[in-house]
């Protein structure tokens, strides 16, 4: 079945790096984008931006640009989310989350379970 | 705080009807784009519930239903069960923001 399985949870101290990612299987990879989301504790849902699956293409949404870092391996099919110069407001889920467009309608199905990420020192 | 607005909780007994609501502006909703829902259960992945603001994917069962009205929108579920307790998520695409945008969240809780 499709299915999106991720790395699982990190503690990181402030300024280090993190690299999540997120394995598909059961569809072709470089035929959907890939979408990638927060939840920080108490908050809602962000989106962070999207990768083209295809061209490598990444596209960030508003505050995430700089130290969020969008990549692939198309060999494993597999899409990966660095963050660089870890801050504690970064500790949050971190899911990846396939785009879906049947039509004029375009959502997000699969999703990963996500990776929790804590920046503590 | 997010861009869609939903109450933080709801509540109700089994067997009744509880509504979500989601509100947004003239720049999202207010704008013609279509609403989704997703529901999170404990311990797993969201999972969409609505499309295209009034549309049940195959598979969910049609007590759930949704609406879209100006620049809201709801999601209704009747017939409350146990296992529809969870955290609910509506999103819609933000012309100004030339991306996606989520509620906050809605904690179901089944009394």
């Known amino acids: 079945q499709v299915q999106l399985v991720q790395s699982g949870s990190e503690l990181k101290k402030p300024g280090a790096s993190v690299k999540v990612s997120c394995k598909a299987s059961g569809y072709t990879f470089t035929s959907y984008a890939m979408n990638w989301v927060r939840q920080a504790p108490g908050q809602g849902l962000e989106w962070m931006g999207r990768?083209?699956?295809?061209?490598?293409?990444?596209m960030y949404a508003q505050g995430f640009t700089g130290r969020f870092v969008f990549s692939l391996d198309t060999s494993v099919s597999t899409a990966y989310l660095e963050i660089s110069g870890l801050k504690a407001e970064d500790t949050a889920v971190y899911y990846c989350?396939?785009?879906?467009?049947?039509?004029?309608?375009?959502?997000?199905?699969?999703w990963g379970q996500g990776t929790l990420v804590t920046v503590s020192s | 705080q997010s861009v869609l607005t939903q109450p933080p909780s709801v509540s109700g007994a089994p067997g009744q009807r509880v509504t979500i609501s989601c509100t947004g502006i003239s720049s999202n909703i207010g704008a013609g784009y279509d609403v989704y829902w997703y529901q999170r259960l404990p311990g797993t992945a969201p999972k969409l519930l609505i499309y295209g603001s009034t549309y049940r994917p195959s598979g969910v069962p049609d007590r759930f239903s949704g609406s879209k009205s100006g620049t809201s929108a709801s999601l209704a579920i009747s017939g409350l069960q146990a296992e529809d307790e969870g955290d609910y998520f509506c999103q819609s695409y933000d012309t100004s923001l030339s991306g996606w945008v989520f509620g906050g969240g809605t904690k179901l809780t089944v009394l």
């Open positions: 990768i083209n699956t295809k061209t490598g293409n990444p």
């Open positions: 989350a396939r785009d879906l467009v049947r039509g004029i309608y375009n959502w997000f199905d699969p």
